[in-house]
T-cell receptor, first 112, second 113 residues
């Protein structure tokens, strides 16, 4: 089992729709969870962090965490073409020296 | 505030040659990371420094990769000799603390022929 798993996609949604991106992780002791956005040919940039169970909202972005299910998700409301990118989930792994492991990313395309 | 600086942006070498990448983190950031990102994959941690000490290098192929962070500021990652499978983008990132909130440089794209 991979440490951090994401559906690679591609995920396509129409402009204005909600995009839902999912991530599961293997280490039950993980405490820190991050979503990074990576445009094609660019480096990742942090868009959300979440540490507690529940929802965290920041503008059009909502991160959701369920530690019991070892599941973290990112919702993008009112999706825009500029949201088209690869979204990377990163999780700390206490069993691996507390290093941050990235998933392979989900490619999102927002269709105008 | 200046971001993470990396150079060179692109490098093409033949297998068995050597290459070095340089990174200057954001001022004041004590933690520096080198990641390898192969096309279609997520970033893979190669080495993490806290100031000028190594925190984790468990995934660094030490027979061919080396990295140093002299004086706790900028860092160099070297590959010698390079293999075809080393073709990737090498990302440097820094953070104020080792919290996972990383700031990435633009990356150095390596092609090994």
């Amino acid at each position: 089992q991979k440490e951090v798993e994401q559906n690679s996609g591609p995920l396509s949604v129409p402009e204005g729709a909600i995009a839902s991106l999912n991530c599961t992780y293997s280490d039950r002791g993980s405490q820190s969870f991050f979503w990074y956005r990576q445009y094609s040919g660019k480096s990742p940039e942090l868009i959300m962090s979440i540490y507690s169970n529940g929802d965290k909202e920041d503008g059009r972005f909502t991160a959701q965490l369920n530690k019991a299910s070892q599941y973290v998700s990112l919702l993008i409301r009112d999706s825009q073409p500029s949201d088209s990118a690869t979204y990377l989930c990163a999780v700390n792994m206490p069993l691996a020296g507390n290093q941050f492991y990235f998933g392979t990313g989900t490619s999102l395309t927002v269709i105008p | 505030e200046a971001g993470v600086a990396q150079s060179p942006r692109y490098k093409i070498i033949e297998k068995r040659q050597s290459v070095a990448f340089w990174c200057n983190p954001i001022s004041g950031h004590a933690t520096l990371y080198w990641y390898q990102q192969i096309l279609g994959q997520g970033p893979k941690l190669l080495i993490q420094f806290q100031n000028n000490g190594v925190v984790d290098d468990s995934q660094l192929p030490k027979d061919r990769f080396s990295a140093e962070r002299l004086k706790g500021v900028d860092s160099t990652l070297k590959i010698q000799p390079a293999k075809l499978e080393d073709s990737a983008v090498y990302l440097c990132a820094s953070s104020f603390r080792a919290t996972g909130e990383l700031f990435f440089g633009e990356g150095s794209r390596l092609t090994v022929l």
